[in-house]
Antibody, heavy 123, light 108 residues
């Protein structure tokens, strides 16, 4: 069964960076893009961007281009998102999610989600 | 960016009642790219409907979707207590992929 296991909650200081992880299992890691989604407390969902684990190609929401950096480690089937220069506006739950097949169903729905990582930015 | 205007923002329904949520896009979207999610409190979103009208695996038949162009809808034919959640539409057509603002469903 498909599973996306995310790293635990993080408490970070303003101005610092944090790197979140998302370990995939139960499918061929390189066959599906990994997307990242932000949800501030009590708010809707914001798409940050995706990475193609096969090629490393990334596609970002312009809003997050200078905030987030997506990478993968194919040897461990793990995707990463680094958030830089953190402010209180970055306090949120961040989800990794597997996109629909980019070959057969390139319609970008998200059927599998990690449990989310809560990032709290506070001094 | 394609803005998805979702309405209503909240619904209070009785068990067994039919509820409908609408999602209006600021630009036309192919129906293949419009999807719906259910998010229960404290949980991650769950895909309910993909490509406008296809139920995701394991989703009960009381959930359905329809629409085209800029106007889409999501219906629960007979609401059950377990359906209490916030529902979101999402478009995967153009960057940035966007979500609606959500509709919170409560039971009377």
């Amino acid at each position: 069964q498909v599973n996306l296991l995310q790293s635990r909650a993080a408490l970070v200081k303003p101005g610092a960076s944090v790197k979140l992880s998302c370990k995939a299992s139960g499918y061929t890691f390189t066959d599906y893009y990994i997307h990242w989604v932000k949800q501030s407390h009590g708010k809707s969902l914001e798409w940050i961007g995706y990475i193609n684990p096969n090629s490393g190609y990334t596609n970002y929401n312009e809003k997050f281009k200078s905030k987030a950096t997506l990478t993968v480690d194919k040897s461990t089937n793990t995707a990463y998102m680094e958030l830089s220069r953190l402010t209180s506006e970055d306090s949120a739950t961040y989800y990794c999610t597997r996109g629909s097949s980019y070959i057969y169903h390139p319609y970008n729905w998200f059927a599998y989600w990690g449990q989310g990582t809560l990032v709290t930015v506070s001094s | 960016a394609i803005v998805l205007n979702q309405s209503p923002s909240s619904i209070i329904a009785s068990q067994g009642e039919k509820v409908t949520i609408t999602c209006r896009a600021s630009s036309s979207i192919s129906s293949n790219y419009l999807h719906w999610y259910q998010q229960k409190p404290g949980a991650f979103p769950k895909l309910v409907i993909y490509s406008t009208s296809y139920r995701a695996s394991g989703v009960p038949s009381r959930f359905s979707g329809s629409g085209s162009g800029t106007s889409y809808s999501f219906t629960i034919s007979r609401v059950e207590a377990e359906d209490v959640a916030t529902y979101y539409c999402q478009q995967g057509s153009s960057n940035p992929f966007t979500f609606g603002s959500g509709t919170k469903l409560e039971i009377k």
